[in-house]
């Protein structure tokens, strides 16, 4: 070939690059029919609720006698929230994922929360082939990413769709910190920084070599979420940063999207879509035989069947279980609930009877000064009337373990004021949470006073691990319970903290001014165990109406 035929075979081959990184599919013919992805994210082992597993098996089998191309994925955050989750470190979450059928998935933070190991081992008992591009691993140990890709190809009868997968960098402090790390340093990296500039690029990447690798189009299997909280790690601005992407189906936020268009970096059309959380939709990705790609949700209320033999496989994992968890073990003459009446969520931005439950538990148990619960270690209510142990378990669905240390003053205020940085004056805003963390201290044996006229100066790493306060504090008038009295905290005094393995030695949520100090109680009893036996032995099984009402621990002004 003369140097001009190979001058037009270059710029040829540069054209459709580059207009494949724009998201042009025009280059194949499609199939004769649709294609159809289903997409789940958020189940959070809510295996019933809405629509739930039974319902997109139906779904999924009335959808394959239409078109014979269905495909079916998840976006994270599948094994961990509830009691089936609990008892078997998300186990049967896997096995029924399997009978119906998951064909991709990506890693959510909570996917994290059994550890490594365990993770390993879900991933390899799947089905479906987990996708994940934004995790690089610079350990010894055996790891969980062996059996990942940062990317699959599925053709549809020749027309080529890209899955890439993308994971929230946040999952470092969401989920446990130590669990990324060996030797007590971080070997994980998911390639967050505060301009989010390595998680563009480490996206960009796999979308090209996809796109080089026969992709006509590209669907992000997303946990990144929309929060403003998330930016500039969320899905908007990966999108706004990157070219070659056409659809972004996401989780992470519980955002309920049908769909929304956002402009990529070139400025070209993206869709965006999200389900919400425990099956509340289905969403539902067409691309048609005529090149049309849309994204709507369907809910319980439009779709009401269930396939019968997945209802079947869900009630013998049920069985195997219920009997012993279903016990009664407590009563109480209230409900305790983590929302108020129109369901907005308030334990993490708020004072409320639950979290101070939760705390006085940590505190009494451990026979400590300080009790704190993070509210997002807080995932279900309690009922008035009996109370069981998978009511329970739900609360504390973690399985994290109790934890005793000796920390002084200064550290319990840095702890105050990191919790509190995202507190507003309300709660919410209509039936929207606003000020919500997951990091929100539900404290016993601590009064204080946040000041919301006062912006946060707490400052983070790249990580968003805590690194101090730059300037005024808006944590004021904490006051600590001394012999039956209310006094002022002493900054250079110590005092006893009882909490969990994940606040106190693993930084989790941020929260990293404990872990260098004496541990007093080291991964004690497990953190529902630790609510049991407070409700149980030192309640003595009866909640009477003790905690009816919030009792002024903490000010919002």
């Known amino acids: 070939m003369n140097k001009g035929l190979k001058a037009i075979a270059g710029i040829l081959a540069f ?12 280059w194949k013919n499609l199939p004769d ?25 139906a779904m999924k089998k009335d959808l394959m006698n239409t078109t ?47 550890g490594m190991d365990i993770l390993d081992g879900l991933i390899a008992k799947a089905d479906a082939e987990y996708l994940v591009c934004n995790i690089d691993f610079y350990g010894k140990n055996k790891t969980f990413l062996d059996r990942t890709a940062p990317y699959a190809i599925k053709s549809y009868n020749g027309y080529n769709v890209a899955f890439v997968g993308v994971t929230t960098p946040n999952s470092i402090t969401t989920s446990t910190p130590a669990f990324f790390q060996e030797d007590g340093e971080f070997v994980y990296d998911l390639n967050k920084t505060s301009t989010g500039k390595k998680l563009f690029r480490k996206v960009q990447n796999a979308v090209n070599a996809a796109r080089q690798d026969g ?24 999108i706004e940063n990157t070219v070659g992407i056409d659809v972004v189906l996401d989780g992470h936020s519980h955002s309920v999207i049908p769909q929304e268009i956002v402009k990529n970096k070139y400025g070209m059309d993206v869709i965006l879509s999200s389900t919400g959380t425990k099956f509340a939709n289905v969403g539902k990705l067409v691309i048609s035989s005529e090149g049309k790609i849309s994204t709507s949700l369907i809910s319980s209320d439009v779709y009401t069947k ?11 994992i049920k069985a195997s279980y219920e009997t012993e968890v279903l016990r009664v073990v407590a009563k109480s003459n209230v409900a305790l609930n983590i929302t108020d009446n129109a369901g907005v969520r308030m334990v993490r931005n708020s004072e409320t009877a639950i979290g101070n439950l939760c705390a006085d ?3 009494a148990v451990a026979q400590a000064d300080i009790g704190l619960v993070n509210g997002g270690g807080i995932r279900a209510n309690l009922p008035l009337g009996d109370i069981t142990y998978a009511d329970i378990i739900n609360v504390h669905p973690f399985g994290n373990m109790l934890c005793k240390v000796n920390a002084t003053g200064q550290q319990i205020l840095d702890c105050l004021e990191f919790a509190c940085r995202n507190t507003r004056s309300v709660y919410k805003e209509g039936t929207k949470a606003v000020g919500e963390s997951g990091g929100f201290q539900n404290v016993s044996g601590l009064k204080f ?8 100066s707490t400052t983070t790493d790249d990580t968003g691990m805590f690194t101090g306060v730059a300037g005024e504090r808006r944590v004021k008038d904490v006051v600590v319970l001394k012999d039956g009295k209310w006094v002022p905290i002493d900054p250079k005094a110590n005092y006893t903290v009882a909490s969990h393995n994940y606040m106190l ?52 002004k």
Do not use: W
Not at 529 to 541: A, K, P, S
């Open 215 to 238: 992709a006509d189009l590209v669907v992000l299997l997303c946990h990144l979420g929309t929060d403003e909280g998330d930016a500039p790690c969320n899905s908007i601005s990966l």
């Open 33 to 57: 029919d649709d294609i159809v992805v289903l997409y789940t994210n958020d189940i959070h082992c809510g295996i019933e609720d809405g629509i739930g597993f039974a319902g997109l098996a």
């Open 361 to 363: 538990a940590y505190r």
């Open 15 to 26: 054209a459709v690059l580059a207009f494949s990184l724009m998201g042009f599919t025009g």
């Open 306 to 316: 269930k396939d019968l033999s997945v209802t079947k496989f869900i009630s013998g």
């Open 449 to 456: 006073t946040i000041d919301t006229s006062i912006p946060s």
């Open 68 to 114: 014979p191309y269905v495909t079916l994925v998840d976006n994270g955050d599948a094994v961990q929230g509830t009691l089936i989750g609990t008892v078997s470190k998300g186990s049967y979450i896997v096995d029924i994922m399997n009978e119906v059928g998951y064909d991709y998935a990506t890693l959510g933070n909570h996917e994290f929360d059994y």
């Open 505 to 556: 030695m693993q930084g989790g949520d941020g929260f990293n001014m404990f872990q260098d100090d004496e541990l007093l109680i080291n991964c004690g009893m497990i953190d529902n165990q630790v609510l049991m036996t407070y409700i149980v032995d030192i309640l003595e099984g009866n909640l009477k109406d003790r905690y009816s009402s919030i009792e002024g621990r903490i000010v919002i």
